[in-house]
């Protein structure tokens, strides 16, 4: 068999030949660092002025002041805002957006295990088929999504004239809370079932056949090996329920009416209308604060694996 | 289920059964009810939602007829295309530099990379009009910049929160890589801008694109940040529609909606067919 | 551990080579530390030793895919410094072959060529002949998905061999591959050496590998070389412990060094057996089970040095006979032949047990 060789016109390998020793391997390591660094440096101000700053702005703004005209004067800093919070109208909205949320999420959780689990125990074609069929709503557009429920919730909208045929009230559910309690949960459902099928598929299985032999019914089966295992899938879900349903504003705008039942809409309210930028400001950051801690100690206490 | 146990056996047994399949399918209705009564009332003939009168394409003529809603259209495409372009550079590059290196301050920027994630909307909204009022004017100070048009605006917006979702799907895929790839890279002459190009880049780019879906997705949705953004005649086709839901039902925002579900329906059907066909070969390599 | 070998140019050579390895708490390990190492051209050269001593580590400097906390790597005489992998003469076979999975068999192999700008007709001349090197013609057009464990390990190789490096490194290749695979595989590698005539260097923790295909080895422990000698050099005549021990089966009697060429057992029988070692140096006396006989007590031959013991355990095991064989507190395993011709004993027979002098080694450690 011939024995070849690369050409000569191929590329010489050549190079510095300074001898290693511990200060030049450490500059090595630095040059390397260096080069990861300014990698990620066009992001990094990137993310610098346009969202480090604009919170730095709100925050700032939240201990201004308001003038008569509404506008908001960096200076004479003062906590007027933050004391604003303590009124009863606050408070009122903080509490109701507070238990929508916790409700929304809850009600995806009900729904959407049942539907994971159903899911995770088909064939490899047919779970990916529900996926794309539950993909498909997720993708779509929101807005038109909750729409849709403002027309089927409408004084002449089918869902209203089935529960008035049924005679399960008087069909009036558009602008009440529940209709936004209907609208999250509809909005939001996929972010629960995803993350809940992710968990429950990797469940090693043959973990629940041991437990059901020593439990001797699914149910025990159930509460002591899928659940616990699916936890971490359970926490994702809920956090991506919670945080969007707690400063929600698009859906109590389409399907809670003009008032200003919720978190989102008081701090828009209060931008738009009422021109009190500090109180704004103010809501804006607690909320921020509040979904920062809820996340941070939801993840120590449920997991960290997603 | 994994781990290869007869699939059959993860069912629950008797009624609980029928009970599992039953739940499945009414959530399923309950998912696809909303969007397929929409569909169907988009061609109602008349004002009322409620009920059907007969078939009409009347509403779409009038959409398409529409000048506001061309405009927005536009509008929203081209605020999508540049947002999505420069995210997607930024994010993958910032995936690169915190999966593949190790520098000071890594770890800060990462928390940072989060934020934009679990952030509220109402609070970005509010963060980006605030910092706009108060910076505008220095903005302008650059040749060639005018934010008053608000295309800008949201263009920059759009990019402060989808440069996180890129960069977290680009990550993802990332982290699966076996770094000794790269090593075989370069054990085999190649620097590091022809390891890059040449063997990481066609393997995280299912990742990249897939960033980049989830970046024009969110970029379309968006309403909150882009309503608090907007400039008058610079409205995406979100706000505009939001803008005419907060007036009311009408069948013309029925067929504005479809055509705007469908579009997006058709991305993400084209996507999953794009993923299965260079997916085959994944499922291939597992064959062996 | 100094070694030289003669001839023009080592194809490697490392000088205090040392590898340190920091986390910013200030823990620090050392990975390797103070190396010396000549490996001679056209040679088969193993390192060899449990996971973690270093044997890796020290493959990756001369690829340059670490770079040493200090020391020198030579490759033919060339200082590697503080180059790159892409600048230096030398390729490598991973351990995961780490193979491009988006590119077909020829343009994995072709990478390199590419890389290093060799004109497209000679280098499609060149992926043809490293494709029949390793026989995979007909695979040519495929992915490394659509692939086989062994054919994806062959391609790792066509894909390193192509470029003529000066060295080829290969990192526990065959670690993934089953018995029989891995044995077909030992075999073709050191036939492959042999013609294609490219220095070798070789990590594994798997002994046997290491014997049957090296010209030499180079055992490694906690990041120092112990010793590198011929698989025979190194299995008759080990100089330590840990060597003895890692290598195939082996005996140990703890001991004294009485004088040059006595040492006294623990049980206080004075044997004659040379070491280097200092008087009063505390060592072992080594011996293969193989290379031990046991007779009925007194029947030994003259000549040979005998311990005296009983038999505490007999393991059959097919096609040998293990003895486990107590001599006061201490133990010997020996191995017979499972033949007719020789007797089998029992336990509780009392035996004596001899060896030739030459087939003991005393070591340290």
Not at chain 2, 145 to 150: A, E, I, K, P, R
Not at chain 2, 177 to 200: G, I, K, P
Not at chain 3, 45 to 72: D, N, Q, V, Y
Request: hydrophobic share 50%; charged share 20%; aromatic share 8%.
């Amino acid at each position: 068999m011939s024995v070849a060789a690369p050409p000569d016109e191929a590329q010489a390998l050549d190079g510095p030949s300074e001898l290693a020793t511990p200060g030049l391997e450490r500059q090595a390591e630095r040059a390397k660092a260096r080069q990861g660094f300014l990698l990620g440096l066009p992001a990094i101000l990137y993310l610098l002025v346009f969202f480090v700053i604009p919170l730095g702005v709100v925050v700032a703004y939240s201990f201004a002041t308001r003038t008569r005209s509404g506008r908001t004067e960096l200076r004479d800093w003062n906590l007027n805002a933050y004391a604003r919070l303590g009124d009863d109208i606050v408070l009122t909205v903080a509490w109701r957006s507070l238990w929508v949320a916790a409700l929304t999420t809850v009600i995806c959780l009900l729904l959407a295990y049942p539907l994971a689990y159903f899911i995770s125990t088909r064939s490899a074609v047919t779970r990916n088929l529900l996926l794309v069929g539950i993909m498909i709503p997720f993708w779509s557009n929101f807005l038109i999504r909750t729409y849709a429920w403002r027309v089927l919730l409408d004084s002449d909208g089918l869902v209203t004239q089935m529960v008035q045929a049924t005679g399960l009230g008087d069909g009036r559910i558009l602008f009440t809370t529940n209709a936004v309690i209907l609208g999250l949960v509809y909005g939001y459902l996929p972010f629960m079932v995803l993350p809940l099928y992710a968990a429950i598929e990797r469940i090693d299985w043959s973990l629940v056949e041991g437990a059901r032999d020593l439990y001797a019914n699914g149910w025990g089966a159930f509460r002591r090996v899928v659940w616990p295992l699916s936890k971490p899938g359970v926490v994702a879900g809920s956090i991506l329920v919670f945080v969007p349903s707690f400063g929600a504003y698009v859906t109590p705008a389409i399907l809670g009416g003009n008032k200003e039942g919720l978190l989102g809409s008081y701090i828009v309210l209060q931008f738009l209308s009422a021109r009190n930028g500090p109180v704004g400001s103010a809501v804006s950051v607690v909320v921020l604060v509040v979904m920062l801690l809820g996340t941070l100690l939801y993840f120590r206490a449920g997991g960290k694996n997603l | 289920m994994s781990k290869g146990v007869a699939r059959s056996t993860a069912e629950p047994q008797g009624v609980s059964r029928w009970w599992l399949r039953g739940h499945s399918l009414l959530v399923f209705v309950f998912f696809y009810a909303p969007i397929v009564v929409l569909f169907v009332f988009s061609f109602n003939d008349s004002n009322a939602v409620g009920n059907w009168k007969g078939f009409t394409l009347g509403w779409y003529e009038a959409f398409l007829d529409n000048q506001n809603v061309h405009e927005s259209i536009w509008i929203s495409v081209k605020v999508c295309l540049f947002s999505t372009v420069i995210a997607v550079v930024l994010g993958t590059a910032s995936a690169l530099a915190l999966e593949r290196f190790r520098w000071w301050g890594q770890k800060a920027f990462d928390a940072v990379l989060y934020l934009p994630i679990i952030i509220p909307d109402v609070t970005m909204a509010v963060m980006m009009l605030v910092f706009f009022g108060e910076t505008a004017h220095l903005f302008n100070v650059i040749p060639g910049v005018d934010l008053s048009s608000g295309l800008e605006k949201l263009v920059l917006s759009h990019v402060a929160f989808n440069i996180s979702f890129v960069s977290v799907v680009v990550r993802a895929r990332l982290a699966n890589l076996d770094a000794s790839m790269e090593e075989a890279a370069a054990d085999l002459y190649a620097n590091r801008w022809q390891a890059f190009r040449r063997v990481t880049l066609p393997q995280i780019m299912p990742g990249v694109l897939g960033g980049a879906l989830l970046a024009i997705t969110i970029s379309l949705d968006d309403v909150v940040v882009s309503s608090f953004v907007a400039a008058v005649g610079a409205t995406p086709i979100s706000v505009y529609v939001f803008g005419m839901l907060r007036k009311g039902v009408s069948p013309l925002v029925n067929s504005v909606s479809v055509v705007m579900l469908t579009a997006s329906i058709s991305l993400v059907l084209a996507s999953l067919v794009f993923s299965r066909a260079t997916g085959s070969e994944r499922e291939e390599r597992l064959k062996t | 551990m100094h070694d030289t070998t003669d001839g023009p140019r080592p194809a490697v050579e490392l000088q205090g080579v040392v590898k340190r390895f920091g986390d910013r708490s200030g823990t620090e390990v050392t990975a390797v530390d103070d190396l010396d190492l000549t490996i001679a051209d056209g040679e088969f050269f193993s390192l060899l030793g449990p996971s973690g001593c270093g044997k890796t580590t020290t493959l990756r400097m001369i690829a340059g895919l670490e770079l040493p906390t200090a020391g020198s790597i030579r490759i033919h005489g060339e200082e590697m410094g503080l180059r790159p992998p892409n600048r230096r003469p030398v390729n490598t076979v991973f351990q995961n072959y780490a193979l491009f999975p988006h590119m077909t068999v020829a343009k994995n192999i072709g990478f390199g060529l590419e890389m290093r700008k060799v004109p497209t007709g000679d280098r499609a001349e060149l992926i043809d002949w490293a494709i029949q090197l390793v026989e995979m013609g007909a695979l040519a057009h495929r992915k490394p998905g659509q692939l086989s464990g062994g054919q994806q390990q062959r391609v790792a190789l066509a894909r390193a061999l192509v470029n003529r490096p000066e060295v080829l490194l290969l990192d526990e290749p065959l670690g993934a591959l089953d018995l029989k695979l891995r044995q077909q595989m030992q075999h073709e590698l050191k036939t492959l050496q042999r013609e294609v005539g490219i220095t070798f260097v070789y990590v594994t923790h798997d002994q046997e590998e290491a014997v049957t295909m090296s010209d030499r080895i180079g055992v490694m422990h906690d990041g120092r070389l112990l010793q590198v000698d011929t698989p025979e050099a190194i299995y008759e005549r080990p100089t330590t412990r840990f060597v003895a021990d890692f290598i195939g089966q082996s005996n140990f009697l703890e001991a004294t060094v009485a004088s040059a060429d006595e040492v006294v057992l623990a049980n206080g029988q004075r044997l004659r057996l040379s070491s280097d070692s200092p008087s009063g140096e505390a060592v072992a006396v080594t011996v293969r089970p193989e290379r031990l006989t046991v007779h009925r007590r007194g029947e030994a031959p003259a000549g040979l040095h005998h311990l005296e013991g009983r038999v505490e355990m007999v393991t059959y095991m097919g096609n040998a006979i293990v003895y486990g064989i107590g001599i006061d507190w201490m133990h010997l395993d020996v191995r017979c032949p499972a033949t007719l011709a020789v007797e089998r004993r029992d336990v509780g027979d009392e035996v004596t047990v001899s060896f030739e002098p030459r087939h003991a080694a005393v070591v340290t450690g």
